[in-house]
């Protein structure tokens, strides 16, 4: 009896064993054949996209970054179809389903991301920034670079709220938030008010034109030029190499210079202080022909004025234009050389003199002219000239100029 009875379990035993045994055979080869499947259709995917990047180079270069997305997508995907049609149920089934769905997840956001960054990409190509007259290709990468950094944190942020929502505990906690949003909004803006605002400030700076990426302005009392725009900060280029990180805001609530807005032609001016002898129309002349030889001058302005003279020096001075900031700051320091370099050659005349007149103290033209006793004029002098301007003389130096007044005691009477 006890033989028949353990007989009957050690059948039961070897038909389980030999049912879970066929049943993981069965999961590796419908798991061999849907990868296979997955290798043929990224085989077919692969030679689609090598016969369309022949006539868009685009395609060919998103090929390149969503090819491990993608690749590594079909393969997931290959193994949750195989685990749905022939896995065995086991303990470990819901959370081999929950690491398939996150990687499903996590791989179709990084595929949506490099296809995004590539599209960008290939936008910004068609809006070079290194040719004269950018102003439309720089508004166009600004704008282009701030959607691209905006389009970007919405998909992380919405890849990484799906992997959440796969957690049960998440989606109560969801729910609870939805149930409380009004709150939750007041409570996140106040504490995000100035984050909140730097990004509108974004917004508001790249859509309405206000500044542009490369463009030339002067923030904080700096020279430089916009190298990039983010969601909440803009970085300027100093002239120096140094970087200055401005708040959008900065933007929006305080003046700031652009210098190429509508343009990036300028006018500069060149000031020297020369002697009177100096001759505007040589000097004038000298001018022509030293902007004619450089290509820095872009033949819109040229101007030399005396725009001041007193004292002992004219000053000169010179209004230039040329096509951009870095042109004008050459072309006046081109043209200041020139004209120096011409005031010591040719017209030494002009460089600007010190005059000073040597006057001797001793000589007969400062002497006091003496007093002529027969004239009438000398002898109503005060104090000198004639013998009563003496007296007068006398008596004022004298202790009392009242000759009536009492002697003081040791003191002679008054004449």
Do not use: C
């Not at 008010?193 to 923030?219: C, E």
């Not at 005031?343 to 010190?354: D, K």
Request: without cysteine; aromatic residues 6%; hydrophobic residues 50%.
């Amino acid at each position: 009896m006890i033989t028949r009875a353990l007989a009957a379990v050690d059948d039961e035993v070897i038909e389980i064993v030999d049912v879970e045994l066929r049943n993981w055979l069965e999961l590796l080869l419908v798991v061999g054949i849907a990868v296979g499947i997955a290798l043929l259709l990224m085989l077919v995917i692969e030679l689609i996209i090598t016969v369309l990047s022949r006539r868009q180079p685009w395609i060919a270069q998103l090929a390149r970054e969503a090819r491990p997305p993608l690749r590594l997508l079909l393969f997931i995907a290959a193994l949750w179809v195989a685990t749905d049609l022939a896995a065995p149920t086991t303990p470990l089934s819901p959370i081999g389903e929950r690491a398939l769905t996150l990687a499903t997840i996590g791989l179709v956001t990084w595929l949506v991301v490099e296809i995004v960054e590539v599209g960008f990409a290939s936008a910004l190509m068609r809006y070079p920034t290194d040719i004269d007259n950018n102003r439309l290709a720089r508004r166009a990468r600004t704008q282009l670079e701030f959607l691209q950094r905006l389009s970007l944190a919405v998909i992380v942020i919405v890849g990484v709220s799906a992997a959440l929502l796969t957690f049960p505990q998440m989606q109560t906690v969801g729910a609870s938030l939805l149930a409380s949003a009004g709150v939750a909004s007041i409570v996140a803006g106040l504490a995000a008010q100035s984050t909140l605002a730097n990004v509108f400030a974004g917004f508001q700076i790249t859509f309405n034109d206000a500044i542009r990426v490369d463009d030339i302005v002067i923030v904080e009392g700096e020279w430089g030029r916009i190298e990039e725009i983010t969601l909440t900060y803009v970085v300027v280029r100093i002239w120096d190499d140094r970087r200055l990180v401005v708040p959008s805001t900065h933007f929006t609530t305080q003046a700031f210079e652009n210098w190429t807005r509508t343009g990036s032609e300028l006018l500069g001016s060149v000031e020297l202080d020369l002697d009177w002898r100096v001759s505007p129309a040589a000097m004038r002349e000298r001018l022509a022909e030293i902007l004619d030889d450089t290509a820095l001058w872009d033949r819109r302005v040229s101007v030399l004025q005396v725009s001041d003279a007193v004292g002992g020096l004219v000053r000169v001075r010179i209004l230039v234009s040329a096509a951009d900031a870095g042109a004008l700051f050459d072309l006046r320091n081109y043209v200041r050389e020139q004209l120096v370099e011409w005031v010591q050659l040719e017209s030494p005349a002009s460089m600007p003199r010190t005059r000073v007149i040597m006057v001797d103290s001793r000589s007969d033209d400062d002497a006091s002219p003496e007093v002529d006793p027969h004239d009438e004029s000398a002898r109503k002098q005060l104090f000198s000239g004639t013998p009563e301007a003496h007296q007068r003389a006398q008596q004022m130096m004298a202790p009392s100029a009242d000759p009536d007044a009492p002697a003081r005691v040791g003191e002679p009477p008054a004449p």
